[in-house]
């Protein structure tokens, strides 16, 4: 180990996580030559691929490692929050064709091709711009722009560091949802925890408002698996050694290192810009249910939880430009960072935190403990705790359906056997994980949301 | 003689898989990964058969396999396709040669993200047949 490994959890937690391989990833996060400080891992953590998921290290800039399993397959699978004027009650009588709408209008499950085909040259804008190509051709506003982190852009994007193979699949797979955890959401505003913050942020008790939940789709899958491919072959070049082959990875500043750096800055633009045209069928879908006179939806933020930034962090009282592996965590930024949006600088970044189906999801903001701690990090979500078959062996996705629409739930899927292992008692106690964090100091609740209707692949 | 198994996972899904031979071995694990895409056979179009050759090196007979399986995965995207069988034309540790078929589908069954090597380990059991696990991200 070169640094300590660090676990955010609650007792019973830390219990649960002895029973995969989560802790032992985590020590073998520690290794990673150019580390920093510790490697972490926050309350929703499960095994991964080479780091756990919930996982969190920094390494030094330039020549620290970047491991693509820091990041996970999926890049920049993350959330999005649209706010709405209206109270759900106002909603309500009209839930079921809005959820059935949406359903339409968002292209869903596995392999599945979006309205939006594009040519290779398309394609390459989209992921050298990210959603400055969405706002050029009027699928986003500049007033989305500034909600999104780091603009819905990074500006090392490289569409030369993506394989045609990877772009083959992405082409047409721009404005779906794909499937298996992933969803659109409706959900209702059930419990404020800061007043002020949540008045700042747009939010109110009763509120409906819209959670957004995808990736990168093929075209991330791809660059990941081109990059870990690229980088086990290299790595005994540069005198790398790593306990799991799933943590392969080279020095940041390496050909290799620039290429997959490069390459997963341009998937993350694919992902933003996936999640901004997810939106405008959002939208549409709104409009065609509840009209004009209701207003539109406003994008409140939207936040990557599987990514690798270049950040500022003070270790051992320096100032230091660390490569921030973020696998299964979200960036939480506090009030007065110059990276939130100046209309978030009072209150801090929002984090957005997707519970499972059928139970709740929360808006935390960034704190400076996040920034002291965890490299500006907290958690992403409330992490498997059972398998899929287990899951669908509890019950049947046709009971479990059942189960959610007598408790108030619309669902609308093609999938009702995969819905099962989606259930809410497949993951772990979302209220337990935000509490973990938000008494650790690395986040802080503002306000918690409850479902009406899922709308999954 | 070749057999493969689902086996649970906390988050994905787990498959061993064993075999007589090598040839099997790989045989046997596009034939498991195929059935996870795809669980039912019946929506597979009979009339629009696919076949495509891989060529691949790779530092260990471990990497191999799951190069091999990736590369499967990307043309199974890329032509909508589900592929079942594998004819080889070269294997040995370190390389393969071969042609792969299948036929299109009209939708895939689950959404594999990619193979991985986590857990993976081609080796010789006690019984002195091929042996490993392959762990997918769903």
Same mark, same amino acid.
């Given at each position: 180990?070169?640094?300590? $490994?660090?676990?955010?959890?609650?007792?019973?937690?830390?219990?649960? $996580?002895?029973?995969?391989?989560?802790?032992?990833?985590?020590?073998?996060?520690?290794?990673?030559? #150019?580390?920093?400080?510790?490697? =972490?891992?926050?309350?929703?953590? %499960?095994?991964?691929?080479?780091? !756990?998921?919930?996982?969190?290290?920094?390494?030094?800039?330039?020549?620290?490692?970047?491991?693509?399993?820091?990041?996970?397959?999926?890049?920049?699978?993350?959330?999005?929050?649209?706010?709405?004027?209206? /109270?759900?009650? +106002?909603?309500?009588?009209?839930?079921?064709?809005?959820?059935?709408?949406?359903?339409?209008?968002? !292209?869903?499950?596995?392999?599945?091709?979006?309205?939006?085909? =594009?040519?290779?040259?398309?394609?390459?804008?989209?992921?050298?711009?990210?959603?400055?190509?969405?706002?050029?051709?009027?699928?986003?506003?500049?007033?989305?722009?500034?909600?999104?982190?780091?603009?819905?852009?990074?500006?090392? &994007?490289?569409?030369?560091?993506?394989?045609?193979?990877?772009?083959?699949?992405?082409?047409?797979?721009?404005?779906?949802? #794909?499937?298996?955890?992933?969803?659109?959401?409706?959900?209702?505003?059930?419990?404020?925890?800061?007043?002020?913050?949540?008045?700042?942020?747009?939010?109110?008790?009763? @509120?409906?408002?819209?959670?957004?939940?995808?990736?990168?789709?093929?075209?991330?899958?791809?660059?990941?698996?081109?990059?870990?491919?690229?980088?086990?072959?290299?790595? !005994?070049?540069?005198?790398?050694?790593?306990?799991?082959?799933?943590? $392969?990875?080279?020095?940041?500043?390496?050909?290799?290192?620039?290429?997959?750096?490069? #390459?997963?800055?341009? &998937?993350?633009?694919?992902?933003?810009?996936?999640?901004?045209?997810?939106?405008?069928?959002?939208?549409?879908?709104? @409009?065609?249910?509840?009209?004009?006179?209701?207003?539109?939806?406003?994008?409140?933020?939207?936040?990557? /939880?599987?990514?690798?930034?270049?950040?500022?962090?003070?270790?051992?009282?320096?100032?230091?430009?660390?490569?921030? %592996?973020?696998?299964?965590?979200?960036?939480?930024?506090?009030? %007065?960072?110059? +990276?939130?949006?100046?209309?978030?600088?009072?209150?801090?970044?929002?984090?957005?935190?997707?519970?499972?189906?059928?139970?709740?999801?929360?808006?935390?903001?960034?704190?400076?403990?996040?920034?002291?701690?965890?490299?500006?990090?907290?958690?992403?979500?409330?992490?498997?705790?059972?398998?899929?078959?287990?899951?669908?062996?509890?019950?049947?996705?046709?009971?479990?359906? @059942?189960?959610?629409?007598?408790?108030?739930?619309?669902? @609308?899927?093609?999938?009702?056997?995969?819905?099962?292992?989606? &259930? !809410?008692?497949?993951?772990?106690?979302?209220?337990?994980?935000?509490?973990?964090? /938000?008494?650790?100091?690395?986040?802080?609740?503002? $306000?918690?949301?409850?479902?009406?209707?899922?709308?999954?692949? | 003689?070749?057999?493969?198994?689902?086996?649970?996972?906390?988050?994905?899904?787990?498959?061993?898989?064993?075999?007589?031979?090598?040839?099997?071995?790989?045989?046997?694990?596009?034939?498991?990964?195929?059935?996870?895409?795809?669980?039912?056979?019946?929506?597979?179009?009979?009339?629009?058969?696919?076949?495509?050759?891989?060529?691949?090196?790779?530092?260990?007979?471990?990497?191999?396999?799951?190069?091999?399986?990736?590369?499967?995965?990307?043309?199974?995207?890329?032509?909508?396709?589900?592929?079942?069988?594998?004819?080889?034309?070269?294997?040995?540790?370190?390389?393969?040669?071969?042609?792969?078929?299948?036929?299109?589908?009209?939708?895939?069954?689950?959404?594999?993200?990619?193979?991985?090597?986590?857990?993976?380990?081609?080796?010789?059991?006690?019984?002195?047949?091929?042996?490993?696990?392959?762990?997918?991200?769903?």
């Amino acid at each position: 180990m070169r640094v300590p $490994a660090r676990i955010y959890a609650s007792k019973e937690m830390l219990e649960s $996580a002895f029973r995969d391989r989560s802790l032992q990833q985590l020590v073998n996060v520690t290794t990673l030559p #150019g580390i920093q400080r510790a490697a =972490l891992v926050m309350p929703d953590a %499960h095994e991964g691929y080479g780091f !756990p998921i919930g996982g969190v290290a920094a390494t030094e800039y330039p020549d620290g490692i970047i491991s693509p399993g820091g990041i996970g397959y999926d890049i920049n699978c993350g959330v999005r929050l649209l706010t709405s004027n209206l /109270h759900f009650k +106002d909603v309500t009588v009209k839930l079921d064709k809005l959820a059935q709408r949406v359903f339409e209008k968002v !292209p869903s499950g596995v392999g599945k091709s979006g309205h939006h085909k =594009l040519s290779v040259k398309e394609l390459d804008e989209v992921l050298r711009e990210g959603v400055n190509w969405a706002v050029k051709n009027g699928y986003a506003t500049p007033e989305d722009q500034k909600h999104i982190e780091s603009s819905g852009f990074l500006s090392d &994007a490289d569409p030369r560091c993506v394989s045609l193979h990877a772009k083959e699949r992405g082409k047409d797979q721009l404005g779906t949802m #794909g499937a298996g955890n992933h969803f659109v959401e409706i959900d209702r505003i059930d419990e404020i925890f800061d007043e002020t913050v949540a008045s700042r942020l747009g939010l109110f008790t009763g @509120q409906c408002v819209f959670q957004i939940h995808t990736g990168s789709r093929g075209l991330g899958h791809q660059v990941a698996t081109d990059a870990l491919k690229v980088m086990m072959k290299v790595m !005994p070049k540069y005198g790398v050694s790593l306990p799991d082959r799933e943590l $392969a990875g080279v020095p940041f500043s390496s050909k290799e290192g620039q290429d997959y750096f490069k #390459g997963m800055c341009a &998937a993350a633009n694919f992902a933003w810009t996936n999640r901004q045209l997810i939106t405008l069928q959002v939208r549409e879908a709104w @409009q065609d249910v509840l009209g004009n006179e209701n207003g539109s939806l406003s994008v409140l933020y939207d936040v990557a /939880h599987n990514i690798a930034k270049i950040e500022f962090y003070k270790i051992d009282g320096r100032n230091k430009k660390l490569i921030v %592996h973020r696998k299964g965590a979200t960036r939480a930024f506090p009030p %007065h960072h110059p +990276d939130v949006p100046e209309h978030y600088r009072e209150t801090g970044q929002p984090v957005l935190i997707p519970g499972s189906m059928g139970t709740a999801s929360y808006v935390l903001v960034g704190t400076e403990g996040a920034m002291k701690e965890t490299f500006g990090s907290t958690c992403h979500g409330a992490g498997r705790a059972m398998s899929r078959t287990q899951a669908r062996k509890e019950m049947p996705g046709k009971e479990l359906l @059942q189960m959610l629409t007598e408790g108030g739930v619309s669902v @609308q899927t093609k999938d009702i056997w995969s819905l099962a292992e989606e &259930a !809410p008692y497949a993951y772990k106690d979302v209220e337990c994980v935000v509490d973990v964090v /938000h008494n650790a100091g690395i986040a802080k609740k503002v $306000a918690r949301l409850r479902p009406m209707a899922v709308i999954k692949g | 003689m070749k057999t493969y198994k689902v086996l649970p996972h906390t988050a994905d899904v787990r498959l061993w898989v064993e075999a007589d031979s090598r040839a099997e071995l790989f045989s046997a694990a596009l034939e498991g990964m195929a059935g996870l895409i795809k669980t039912s056979r019946i929506e597979l179009l009979k009339e629009k058969s696919v076949e495509n050759i891989i060529k691949l090196e790779a530092p260990d007979n471990t990497a191999l396999l799951i190069d091999f399986l990736s590369a499967v995965l990307t043309l199974t995207h890329q032509c909508k396709a589900v592929f079942t069988e594998v004819t080889f034309a070269r294997l040995n540790e370190t390389s393969l040669n071969c042609t792969i078929k299948g036929f299109e589908t009209d939708g895939f069954d689950d959404d594999i993200k990619a193979v991985t090597y986590h857990e993976a380990d081609v080796k010789n059991n006690s019984s002195g047949r091929f042996e490993t696990m392959i762990v997918f991200d769903i």
